[in-house]
């Protein structure tokens, strides 16, 4: 039976003077260029301890989306029962209010966090990326809710619902253009997350009270202490770093770039083959070694040792003064920079191509980058080798670290790009990750084979070097057909009087190198599973219990 109950009529929407009208539009601009903003520099807040592999976007995309989802439910209801300005504006302070404090409420389990990932203890790591998650759905929900709101209110005749909806969502759509813009570009690299957060916040309350106080003075002043309490309570609570160094470190820098939260740390004590006053480069969630640097000396028995050993799979006899040009894709503080010129003399030109200014600043200041032969490149990796007109002997690719491997850097397009700019006896030298299943003891190199199947559609010959003590494998492509024992054979050949660095690396890598495994994976620029290989290796490694950290 149909029913013929009547539906209650709509509560009639509050009519405001034309001055009113316009503030609406300038709401649901900051209200969208806010919910831009407060999305991206989540990804920055939480990137700073659990890095920005694809399964941390995607939590934060979804979730957000879901909150949004919410919001969008909510407003659109709670306009039908409450059209009226002053609850819009409500929501709107609220939401900046909450959206300020989301960064300092989220300290304290980001810094619970950043010790559970030191310690690879998955289970708080986890419960600390949601709980931190979860702190996003107050004011996501909230900003959410303006655009339905705001078009309630704007309505005035059903024949209008088109063309009122459409300008709205355009509106909101242009701040959510500066919110993906702005954060990124200029506010994160110059003031840092949590301020990032502050500014959006103060000025989206700040629209909320000036809008408030046109329908509601008393309103707006019941609700004037938000913007002081919010800056004042920030301003205590975000000084220091994020994440401060370890017991046995000082921290001598601390910022976030446009790409990378960035720390330097000094040894304070000798620490396994680092001794005091070393200094580290790390990046994002902490866990790598990017650069080092140590006063006085450039061994640090590590994979970058290995990169100088490259070149000797040639043929033999192969002199270290055939060497005479590098390019390094993924130059960082320059510790690979330093080691060249060290071990084969400030005659070797030296390109080295980094897309982090802040990370080619860190270098000068911190880490003594400032050799002549190095000349750096700002620039992405692949754009940049692409562009030049120089060919090396030698091109060194440290931009890959599980989880983060840029797949246009993994793929047979780029790795003919490289070869395009090697000399007759050139070499291209990577460096890749693996795990191990501390259940079975068995190594997860799925990665190193599918790079190994990947480089030997351009290379004649490919070598694998298990870096000692890491889960880092060096792999090695030469222009022309080569053998692993040519490695022995130059070292042997190597004159008394060679670097020693040279020589203590030779002997380590002739030890470590194994035998070349491909699988049937193939990176192409059109079809790269890079991510899906990683993310799966990363979920095993936690899920077996892996206790130990990718780093160099």
């Not at 990750?433 to 351009?458: C, F, G």
Request: one cysteine or more; charged letters at 15%.
């Amino acid at each position: 039976m149909e029913n013929l109950t009547p539906r209650p009529p709509l509560r009639p929407v509050e009519r405001g003077s034309q001055a009113q009208q316009r503030m609406l539009y300038v709401a649901v601009f900051a209200s969208g260029m806010t919910t831009l903003a407060v999305e991206l520099s989540a990804s920055r807040l939480l990137g700073n301890i659990f890095g920005t592999s694809n399964l941390v976007w995607a939590n934060i995309i979804g979730l957000i989306l879901i909150y949004l989802t919410v919001g969008y439910f909510v407003g659109g209801r709670l306009a039908d029962r409450s059209p009226y300005h002053v609850t819009l504006y409500r929501l709107i302070v609220w939401g900046a209010f909450f959206s300020g404090l989301v960064p300092l409420a989220a300290r304290p389990v980001l810094s619970a966090a950043a010790q559970a990932v030191a310690g690879f203890d998955a289970g708080v790591a986890v419960g600390s990326l949601i709980a931190v998650l979860v702190l996003f759905s107050v004011p996501v929900t909230l900003l959410g809710c303006v655009s339905p709101f705001a078009i309630r209110l704007a309505l005035r005749e059903v024949a209008d619902a088109g063309q009122t909806s459409g300008r709205m969502y355009a509106i909101s759509t242009l701040g959510s253009i500066l919110g993906t813009f702005l954060p990124v570009l200029w506010l994160i690299p110059e003031a840092g997350t949590s301020r990032t957060f502050l500014y959006f916040s103060e000025f989206l309350m700040l629209v909320g009270l000036v809008g408030l106080a046109l329908h509601s003075r008393r309103a707006a002043l019941q609700l004037a202490w938000m913007p002081p309490v919010l800056l004042i309570v920030s301003l205590l609570a975000i000084n220091g770093p994020l994440r401060p160094a370890p017991a046995n470190m000082n921290l001598l820098y601390d910022k976030d770039s446009a790409y990378n939260y960035i720390q330097v740390t000094e040894l304070k004590a000798p620490q396994g083959r680092f001794v005091a006053g070393t200094r580290l480069l790390l990046l994002n969630e902490g866990q790598g070694i990017h650069s080092v640097w140590s006063p006085g000396s450039t061994f640090y028995g590590g994979t970058w040792d290995m990169f100088l050993v490259a070149p000797f799979f040639n043929k033999p006899p192969y002199r270290p003064q055939n060497i005479r040009s590098l390019c390094i894709v993924g130059l960082a503080a320059g510790t690979i920079a330093h080691q060249y010129t060290d071990v084969f003399g400030p005659a070797v030109q030296i390109d080295g191509i980094e897309i982090d200014p802040d990370i080619v600043e860190v270098g000068r200041r911190y880490f003594e980058m400032r050799q002549p032969n190095l000349h750096v490149i700002i620039e992405d990796g692949r754009l940049a080798l692409h562009r030049s007109t120089k060919r090396y002997n030698v091109v060194g690719i440290d931009a890959y670290r599980v989880p983060y491997v840029p797949w246009n850097l993994t793929t047979v397009e780029f790795f003919a790009d490289v070869r395009d700019h090697l000399t007759a006896d050139g070499v291209v030298v990577i460096n890749v990750s693996r795990t191990v299943n501390t259940i079975t003891k068995q190594q997860d190199r799925r990665l190193i084979e599918a790079m190994s199947h990947t480089m030997q559609q351009i290379f004649p010959s490919v070598h694998t070097i298990d870096v000692p003590s890491s889960f880092n494998t060096i792999l090695v492509g030469t222009v022309t057909r080569t053998d692993a024992a040519n490695l022995a054979e130059n070292r042997a050949a190597l004159p008394a009087e060679s670097n020693a660095l040279l020589k203590t690396a030779l002997d380590t890598a002739i030890r470590a190198v194994v035998p070349t495994a491909a699988s049937n994976v193939l990176f192409t620029d059109d079809r790269a599973p890079v991510e899906t290989i990683i993310n799966s290796m990363v979920v095993d490694f936690l899920v077996s219990g892996g206790t130990s950290q990718f780093s160099h």
